[in-house]
């Protein structure tokens, strides 16, 4: 059990670093309460566990081809950029009224899960973590210890997600409006930032 449960500090530590989707989930968390922030976390979750299957198949290192690395950086600069820039408009029309009209469960879950799949480092990060995860447990464990110790990772990002859907959602209704769109403008922002991250990454694997 102890190494069970170290799989899943192991995955908490994973989800915690800020990124573009702990900034999504917190501007969603904040404009339209915890279950938009809790399906955002959802489709990020469903594009990490297809980056689990690419490293246990051995599909990642198509993915790390420098046509397909471009195309992922430049695809992730738009989808960053977009919603950035979408959340920096919308959140001069932000208000604490639950009666007003929200993004669809299913936009805000494919926004999860595009923001995900578009991001290379999380390609390169899977490939190392789990990677080696899954070369120290072959070597020292069977098959069932392999599936027991992803669930543990995932499990710990799972929790982690819960957590940043409760503490983003209950911002709305700790703070006061101001705040609540100052907040919303700084993750626009954060995503733009990571957009034009991705953007000189995309120019510099197509011009060097």
Same mark, same amino acid.
């Given at each position: 059990?102890?190494?069970?449960?170290?799989?899943?500090?192991?995955?908490?530590?994973?989800?915690? %670093?800020?990124? %573009?989707?702990?900034?999504?989930?917190?501007?969603?968390?904040?404009?339209?309460?915890?279950?938009?922030?809790?399906?955002?976390?959802?489709?990020?979750?469903?594009?990490?566990? !297809?980056?689990?299957?690419?490293?246990?198949?051995?599909?990642?290192?198509?993915?790390?081809? %420098?046509?397909?690395?471009?195309?992922?950086?430049?695809?992730?600069?738009?989808?960053?950029?977009?919603?950035?820039?979408?959340?920096?408009?919308?959140?001069?029309?932000?208000?604490?009224?639950?009666?007003?009209?929200?993004?669809?469960?299913?936009?805000?879950?494919?926004?999860?899960?595009?923001?995900?799949?578009?991001? %290379?480092?999380?390609?390169?990060?899977?490939?190392?973590?789990?990677?080696?995860? !899954?070369?120290?447990?072959?070597?020292?464990?069977?098959?069932?210890?392999?599936?027991?110790?992803?669930?543990?990772?995932?499990?710990?990002?799972?929790?982690?997600?819960?957590?940043?859907?409760?503490?983003?959602?209950?911002?709305?209704?700790?703070?006061?409006?101001?705040?609540?769109?100052?907040?919303?403008?700084?993750?626009?922002?954060?995503?733009?930032?990571?957009?034009?991250?991705?953007?000189?990454?995309?120019?510099? !694997?197509?011009?060097?």
């Amino acid at each position: 059990m102890g190494i069970f449960f170290s799989y899943v500090f192991l995955g908490l530590s994973l989800a915690a %670093p800020l990124g %573009p989707i702990n900034a999504a989930q917190i501007n969603q968390g904040i404009k339209n309460g915890f279950l938009h922030s809790w399906f955002l976390a959802i489709g990020s979750l469903f594009a990490e566990l !297809l980056f689990i299957l690419a490293v246990f198949f051995g599909v990642v290192h198509f993915l790390e081809t %420098p046509l397909m690395k471009t195309f992922l950086w430049s695809y992730g600069t738009f989808v960053l950029g977009y919603t950035g820039i979408e959340s920096l408009k919308s959140s001069h029309k932000l208000t604490t009224d639950n009666h007003r009209s929200k993004d669809s469960l299913l936009k805000v879950f494919t926004t999860g899960v595009l923001i995900s799949i578009s991001n %290379p480092l999380s390609i390169l990060f899977w490939l190392g973590i789990y990677g080696s995860v !899954l070369a120290n447990t072959i070597h020292k464990y069977d098959t069932s210890h392999l599936f027991l110790y992803t669930a543990a990772i995932v499990i710990g990002l799972v929790v982690w997600d819960i957590f940043m859907a409760c503490v983003s959602s209950s911002f709305r209704h700790l703070l006061n409006q101001t705040t609540i769109k100052w907040i919303s403008m700084i993750t626009g922002i954060s995503l733009i930032g990571f957009a034009v991250y991705f953007g000189y990454q995309a120019y510099f !694997l197509i011009f060097r």
